[in-house]
């Protein structure tokens, strides 16, 4: 793994609770991590990383900066299933 997205082993661990946007994610992130990734960043090396995530659809979201609201990337970890609603939590292991 590259030393510049170790990051991804933080969001593993975030994963294990509930799927979360990349919005999310980045924001959750710079709680622990002095240069945190942007939520583009995030979707961008999550979807690289196909053994361990996976993007499970879009959901709309309200922004301050926007006037209309916009999709961003929902994730989970690659074998757990999780509700369809929020807060998306899981609700079993794929075998």
């Not at 510049?4 to 994610?25: E, H």
């Not at 980045?26 to 979707?43: C, D, F, G, M």
Request: hydrophobic letters at 30%; charged letters at 30%; proline letters at 3%.
């Amino acid at each position: 793994m590259s030393k510049k997205n170790i990051w991804t082993n933080d969001v593993c661990d975030m994963l294990k609770d509930r799927a979360m946007t990349s919005n999310a994610i980045s924001y959750k992130l710079q709680e622990n991590h002095r240069y945190a990734p942007h939520a583009r960043k995030v979707t961008l090396v999550l979807r690289g990383d196909k053994e361990r995530f996976r993007e499970l659809g879009k959901v709309s979201v309200d922004s301050s900066t926007r006037r209309d609201s916009h999709n961003v990337s929902l994730w989970g970890l690659k074998r757990i299933q999780y509700s369809d609603s929020y807060p998306y939590c899981p609700i079993g292991e794929f075998i």
